[in-house]
């Protein structure tokens, strides 16, 4: 576990669910903070540690997921494992790599037996993801799979439909284009086309970012 020397009043703050301005804090504030968190009951239901999220703390992409699994329960990191393994695939076969991204998810802690996570263990967790997209201030966010996306959009139109298509996102003050994608978990066990769908998502986002600075 990394050691940081943290104010006492930083903490306080970024354990503070008023507004917090982003440049008053970074993501190693923050994570500090969230590792303590016991906001809601999955504080209590068996997890490991707080999976906090990943990355680049500047960077143009955002990638959310829907909660930890037993492995990134373990880890500590999101998205390891054979699902984590095909994202770098997907992010790599677009022209970006773990490096260029930063990852998070919807819920910190690894929900029981991978259910999915509950609308008042989101909202606990909310503040945590509204510090990161502040922080990051991506300008692309990436939504893997149904959960997430219905989270962050919500919508209730399922991923099939709405994959690959550019939406609006405000939030916490973050402006950005979202575009969501089938869950990796999800091309591991529906095959070809749903690789060649993700992939083409995935390039979408990949040229978007190339956009950004040309
Ligand atoms: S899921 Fe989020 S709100 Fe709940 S205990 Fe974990 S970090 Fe805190």
């Known amino acids: 576990m990394n050691c940081l020397l943290i104010s006492a009043s930083a903490l306080r703050r970024a354990m503070t669910n008023s507004a917090l301005q982003p440049e008053h804090t970074s993501l190693a504030v923050v994570r500090a ?19 906090f999220g990943s990355g680049r703390s500047d960077a143009d992409v955002l990638i959310i997921g829907e909660g930890p699994g037993a492995q990134e329960d373990a880890a500590g990191e999101p998205f390891v494992g054979r699902s984590g393994q095909l994202l770098t695939r997907l992010l790599e076969g677009a022209g970006m790599s773990r490096n260029d991204v930063y990852i998070a998810n919807v819920v910190k802690c690894r929900p029981p037996n991978n259910r999915d996570p509950r609308p008042h263990e989101i909202a606990a967790c909310s503040p945590w993801l509204d510090r990161q997209l502040q922080i990051v201030n991506p300008k692309l966010i990436v939504t893997l799979g149904n959960f997430a996306t219905r989270s962050m959009l919500g919508t209730k139109l399922g991923i099939t439909k709405i994959r690959g298509v550019e939406f609006g996102f405000h939030r916490a003050g973050v402006v950005a284009t979202l575009v969501p994608t089938l869950h990796p978990a999800a091309v591991l066990r529906n095959g070809h086309r749903a690789f060649e769908q993700s992939q083409g998502d995935f390039e979408l986002v990949s040229r978007r970012m190339q956009e950004l600075h040309t």
């Open 33 to 51: 903070a969230a590792v303590l968190c016991t906001n809601c009951e999955l504080a209590q239901l068996g997890r490991t540690q707080v999976v």
